[in-house]
């Protein structure tokens, strides 16, 4: 007996053509394809095949010719250097040995630490013929070693993730005079035993920085105050952000050119300052009720003729510290016309303050 899972199918007493039944009826709708009566391969073939030959000549002399213009010559590829795992150790290890060492980095930066610091070593993201000629050029004339190709893992754990521009120059730390005294004198003013300051107008003009803590604003702050002339920059260590690589990076190296001040004790040093007849110019906001005499933006040439000045600026948010203020002998501000804001970023009010005492002649 036959299983019910398998049914008698009639077959039909003719053959079938293979066609489907809608393919006995004409549909006016349907267009007709391009490829009807043939495979669609065989179709794209026949139809295409000379613009892909027309692609490939195309291709081949544009190859042609580019190797021509560059002479013949092929490119080698360089492998990308591969990172060294011990390396972070290696230069922990270093810096633990002598901590007179820091790391500066950016172009601008290394190439004004070049200039003005004891150079150890060049680590470049770059390989020899590719480095900046500039500094290139300057560590041959130092006999500075350097080292080449160095991955870019590398330069980020010497910079703690810094934006390098792929140049790390390990230098000695720079030392900064202490002071808590200037004298009232028209000529130099000697500060220790080694700093002579040259005064760049009929009396010198110095910037002390108060409580500020970031490392752009202080760098800015930095680059103005060289593009103004001013003839020395004073702040206290403990209230402000040291003049660390990343300062000096922020300053597009122009901290490495200035004479820097280190003040352990502000207000001994202001007290000293207006004894020995120092304009020592605090900037506020144009609201404040400081009873210090006021001087205008416009009037601070005139003050700088009369004696030496020390212009004073401070943080955003606190201002400068109302002990130091109590110890200047002048205050300034700069008028806003917009009325929704109430300062500016402290090195913008910085650099429009300088710029008021006018350039050195």
């Not at 500060?191 to 490392?215: A, F």
């Not at 004894?275 to 020592?280: H, L, S």
């Not at 906001?285 to 030496?308: F, I």
């Amino acid at each position: 007996m036959k299983s019910s899972l398998f049914r008698w199918a009639p077959k039909a007493p003719f053959k079938t053509s293979g066609k489907r039944f809608d393919d006995l009826f004409v549909n006016p709708k349907a267009p007709k394809k391009a490829w009807d009566g043939q495979d669609k391969d065989s179709f794209f073939r026949d139809k295409y095949a000379h613009v892909h030959a027309k692609q490939l000549q195309r291709r081949k002399e544009e190859q042609n010719a580019k190797k021509k213009r560059e002479g013949g010559s092929k490119k080698i590829a360089v492998p990308a250097p591969k990172p060294d795992k011990l390396f972070a150790e290696r230069i922990k290890a270093q810096m633990d040995k002598d901590s007179r060492l820091e790391h500066m980095f950016g172009t601008s930066a290394v190439l004004a630490a070049l200039e003005t610091r004891q150079a150890v070593k060049l680590y470049s993201g770059n390989r020899s013929a590719d480095t900046d000629i500039a500094i290139m050029k300057k560590c041959s004339d130092l006999d500075v070693p350097v080292v080449t190709s160095v991955p870019a893992q590398h330069l980020n754990i010497l910079t703690n993730n810094g934006v390098h521009n792929k140049y790390v120059l390990t230098v000695h730390k720079r030392e900064f005079p202490s002071v808590v005294d200037l004298p009232l004198v028209a000529d130099d003013i000697i500060v220790g035993e080694e700093l002579k300051l040259k005064p760049k107008r009929t009396n010198p003009l110095g910037l002390y920085i108060d409580e500020v803590t970031d490392t752009h604003n202080m760098g800015a702050i930095l680059r103005s105050a060289y593009w103004f002339g001013v003839d020395f920059v004073s702040f206290s260590r403990r209230n402000c952000a040291p003049i660390s690589p990343q300062v000096v990076k922020a300053s597009a190296g122009a901290a490495e050119f200035l004479p820097i001040l280190e003040v352990p004790q502000p207000l001994k040093f202001f007290e000293n300052l207006t004894k020995n007849n120092w304009n020592v110019i605090s900037s506020t906001t144009p609201s404040s009720r400081h009873k210090l005499p006021a001087v205008l933006p416009e009037e601070l040439p005139k003050l700088l003729e009369d004696g030496p000045c020390l212009l004073v600026v401070g943080s955003e948010g606190e201002g400068i510290r109302t002990s130091l203020l109590q110890r200047s002998t002048h205050r300034t501000a700069l008028e806003a016309v917009g009325q929704q804001i109430d300062s500016l970023n402290v090195s913008v009010a910085t650099a429009l303050l300088l710029s008021a005492f006018g350039a050195p002649k």
